[in-house]
């Protein structure tokens, strides 16, 4: 069975840090690309960052420079570190887990969610 399972949500201030992580298991993070998503309330999930195979990382527009994305497949983790926090990403953050079938089919396995609220 797979699961995804996030820590270090919470309330953080304006301007404040906080590190997600995402522990795996029932599978081998390092054949899936990673990334992780958020949704905000009354909107739509939306891409945050992601890190493939070989280590290649992107970031939405609005977190670029603030947000890290890395991974630790020795320990089958992937992190979230988000700093110079700010009102507008208060959301529920999810991990997920993605690769190709052989039929090229996407797979793709999600983390429960976990709220960061950003307030102060």
């Known amino acids: 069975q797979v699961q995804l399972v996030e820590s270090g949500g919470g309330l953080v201030q304006p301007g404040g840090s906080r590190r997600r992580s995402c522990a795996a298991s029932?599978?081998?993070?390092?054949?899936?690309?990673m990334g992780w998503h958020r949704q905000a309330p009354g909107k739509q999930r939306e891409l945050v960052a992601t890190?493939?195979?070989?280590?290649?990382?992107n970031y939405a527009d609005s977190v670029k420079g603030r947000f890290t994305i890395s991974r630790d497949n020795a320990k089958n983790m992937v992190y979230l570190q988000m700093n110079s926090l700010k009102p507008e990403d208060t959301a529920v953050y999810y991990c997920?887990?993605?690769?190709?079938?052989?039929?090229?089919?996407?797979?793709?396995?999600w983390g429960q969610g976990t709220q960061v609220t950003v307030s102060s």
């Open positions: 890190i493939t195979r070989g280590g290649t990382t």
């Open positions: 997920n887990a993605d690769r190709y079938d052989s039929n090229y089919r996407l797979i793709r396995y």
């Open positions: 029932g599978i081998i993070v390092s054949i899936y690309a």
